[in-house]
């Protein structure tokens, strides 16, 4: 994989700007304007120009956007006033729980765009002071630049001290906090640890030998009897794997905004593993436990569990919305933490298409392993 610090500017982010700018020392200044083109034109990530904050906000909250940058509408005249207790806020709206390791991206890019706004307008001041010092027949009174009163000359700079070096503060809102880095990376752990489960499970069950029965039973409705047969133990485990990762969670404090949701992703994805496991061994036999865990590997790089998939090769991005990994860290993200909004009936919908998929083709793989001569034998009498 890629070195994912080198591609933040493929992170889509929002940005909002309402800044209505204000007129001083008869300027009209609108300093919104060029923070926004400064952000879009240098691309420490995927800014798309948002119109109104709500729909900025939302599509953090659905996972469209990972972070939000919104200029209000006096960002122009509280960085002008330069007064410590009324600083201009760029407001950051990010989605922890969504993505940890995007949310600190934002607060440090948040982070550079003020510092760096702040330094312009620092910069400016200190021009505006040496040209009336310059003109003023006291203009070696420098030693007085941060009294709100400049001796000898007619002029007054706004605010105080503390607001003309810091006019410009962030302030952050986080659509789904999490305490710390593990309750963040819950939904990827736990992803994988099913599937590894599964792979575990698999060699207390002779799925070859289920296969050579599964292919030996005639007619469509005998042989998915014979398959869903065969899964009924293995589900059951799973059934009791999920239960143990549920108990697990809460033991462990893990955040969980809803149990219920929670629970049911855990229980889906654990039987979506198992049925993609059984259809691969049964297609490739002793084989199939060996791809399947290479398949597992695969997923975590897919998966976006860890960094944004924007960050990952291309390859992965391409097969990250096919990946039942995927789709059950975008379920547990949404029960868990209260990220993705709107997507946990998406994401759990993909896991049950996903098994129905793989369920036919392992009906399809015991139909075609069927033994073709006594079929024949059997319509001949």
Same mark, same amino acid.
């Given at each position: 994989? &890629? ?11 929002? #940005?909002?700007?309402?800044?209505? $700018? ?7 200044? &609108?300093? %919104? ?27 953090? &909250? ?25 600083r201009a806020k760029l407001e950051l709206y990010d989605s922890q729980g969504g993505n940890y390791f995007a949310a600190r991206i934002a607060q440090t890019i948040a982070l550079k765009a003020s510092v760096a706004l702040n330094a312009q307008l620092a910069e400016a001041r200190w021009k505006t002071v040496d040209t009336v010092l310059a003109r003023s027949s006291e203009g070696s009174l420098k030693t007085?630049?941060?009294?709100? /009163?400049?001796? %000898? ?8 001290? =503390?607001? &003309? ?17 593990? /309750? ?19 060699? #207390? ?14 007619? *469509?409705?005998?042989?998915? =009897? ?6 009924? *133990? ?13 108990? $697990?969670?809460?033991?462990? $404090? ?22 993609? #496991?059984? =259809?691969?061994?049964?297609?490739? $036999? ?13 997923? #975590? ?25 995927? /789709? ?30 793989? +369920? ?7 139909? +075609? ?13």
């Open positions: 994989m &890629r070195d994912p610090y080198g591609n933040f500017t493929k992170i889509p982010a929002a #940005i909002v700007n309402l800044d209505q $700018g204000v007129d001083y020392q008869g300027h009209s200044l &609108r300093i %919104g304007d060029g923070l926004v083109k400064k952000l879009i034109d240098s691309k420490p990530a995927d800014f798309r120009l948002y119109q109104s904050k709500d729909g900025a906000e939302a599509a953090v &909250r659905r996972g469209d956007a990972y972070f939000a940058l919104i200029l209000p509408p006096d960002f122009s005249s509280g960085a002008m006033k330069a007064n410590s207790s009324d007085n630049v941060m009294h709100t /009163e400049l001796s %000898g000359a007619a002029f007054t700079l706004p605010g105080d001290a =503390a607001g &003309r070096s810091t006019s410009v503060e962030v302030v952050e809102e986080t659509n789904s906090p999490v305490a710390n880095n593990g /309750e963040a990376f819950a939904p990827y752990f736990l992803s994988i640890t099913l599937w590894i489960g599964i792979l575990i499970l698999i060699s #207390i069950f002779d799925f070859k030998k289920v296969g050579v029965r599964n292919a030996q039973q005639r007619g *469509w409705h005998k042989k998915w =009897a014979s398959i869903l047969e065969s899964l009924v *133990w293995p589900a059951l485990l799973c059934l009791a794997q999920s239960l143990l990762a549920f108990v $697990g969670l809460k033991l462990m $404090g893990i955040k969980c905004m809803s149990p219920g949701y929670a629970l049911v992703s855990l229980i889906l994805a654990s039987l979506c593993y198992l049925i993609v #496991i059984y =259809a691969l061994i049964m297609l490739l $036999g002793d084989m199939g436990s060996l791809v399947a865990a290479v398949v597992l590997i695969v997923q #975590i790089g897919a998966s976006g569990g860890s960094y944004p998939i924007e960050l990952s090769p291309p390859f992965f991005q391409s097969i990250h919305a096919y990946t039942p990994i995927a /789709e059950s860290i975008a379920a547990l993200r949404n029960a868990l933490l209260g990220a993705n909004e709107g997507g946990y009936l998406k994401a759990i919908l993909n896991l049950v298409i996903i098994a129905i998929v793989f +369920l036919a083709i392992a009906f399809f793989v015991s139909w +075609l392993k069927s033994p073709r001569q006594s079929t024949t034998m059997e319509v001949a009498r």
